[in-house]
């Protein structure tokens, strides 16, 4: 069973595309028909690209990896941040910050810097300070928690990018394509989806449409998760049965030794 309907789709306004004269001819697979200047985008394509992406999602989750997910628009930062942190995962909803992937120690040092300004508010430090540099101090740890405090836990490369409209995410979809890492992405008919490994065709403006896919994948990667937890359990339980096992089996043997050293005693003194 799909995990979104044909239906749902629909009526979220997925299938609305951009204006005729906007669109990218590289678009031209995924667009059903063109009314009243618009495009209009198949959803029947949409359904099965979201399960395939979604399947993606789910086995990246389950191998205990990170999804960076990317949308600065204004009216998707509350909804991605939202479903980002409902699966744990890290994301950008503010300004891409350029190198964050392909300079990413140096985006680190500067998630370091927020660690060192907390230690100097529980040390004691900031009473021998003046009133100007702890405003200073106060003020750039406010910047620096706006701009990277949603991916203040994510200590190395994500193994993934879902992005929102790729072409207004274009330095990250760039950034990701050179380092190899994998691109999801909620592709617009004025975008291009041939730098995107995982291309969702559907309109990327409308919040219920961006909210009922990006529903279907953190639903996916929710699964990955919990099935990860699951073989983690499974794994302790084996392998605490393997180590009782083995304290049965030298328990066996030093009996069996016992009994055996037990039974030679016995013979030398009745020789």
């Excluded at 299938?15 to 009314?35: D, Q, V």
């Excluded at 399947?55 to 205990?64: E, F, M, T, V, Y």
């Excluded at 370091?112 to 900031?126: E, N, R, S, V």
Aim: aromatic content about 4%.
């Amino acid at each position: 069973m799909s995990r979104v309907s044909f239906d749902s789709l629909l009526e979220a306004g997925a299938h609305f595309g951009h204006l005729k004269r906007k669109w990218n001819p590289a678009m031209a697979p995924y667009i059903f028909m063109e009314r009243n200047g618009i495009h209009i985008i198949d959803l029947h394509k949409t359904v099965a690209m979201v399960d395939t992406a979604a399947d993606a999602l789910k086995q990246i989750a389950k191998s205990g990896k990170k999804i960076l997910f990317v949308a600065t628009k204004k009216q998707l930062k509350d909804i991605v941040a939202a479903k980002a942190q409902s699966v744990g995962m890290p994301y950008v909803i503010e300004r891409w910050p350029g190198g964050m992937l392909t300079n990413f120690p140096t985006i680190r040092k500067a998630v370091k810097k927020m660690a060192t300004i907390d230690k100097l508010t529980q040390d004691g430090t900031y009473s021998n300070l003046s009133k100007r540099e702890v405003l200073q101090i106060t003020r750039q740890r406010a910047k620096l928690d706006k701009n990277l405090g949603s991916i203040a836990d994510l200590t190395r490369l994500p193994s993934a990018i879902f992005v929102i409209d790729v072409l207004k995410e274009n330095i990250a979809v760039h950034e990701a394509n050179r380092l190899g890492i994998p691109v999801f992405g909620i592709v617009d008919t004025n975008s291009c989806p041939n730098n995107i490994d995982y291309v969702i065709p559907a309109n990327d403006d409308a919040t219920k449409s961006v909210d009922l896919i990006l529903d279907a994948c953190c639903a996916a990667i929710a699964e990955g998760l919990e099935e990860r937890k699951v073989e983690k359990i499974d794994a302790e339980a084996a392998e605490a049965q393997g180590d009782e096992d083995a304290k049965k089996a030298t328990r066996r043997r030093t009996t069996k030794a016992r009994a055996g050293k037990g039974a030679d005693e016995a013979n030398a003194i009745e020789e």
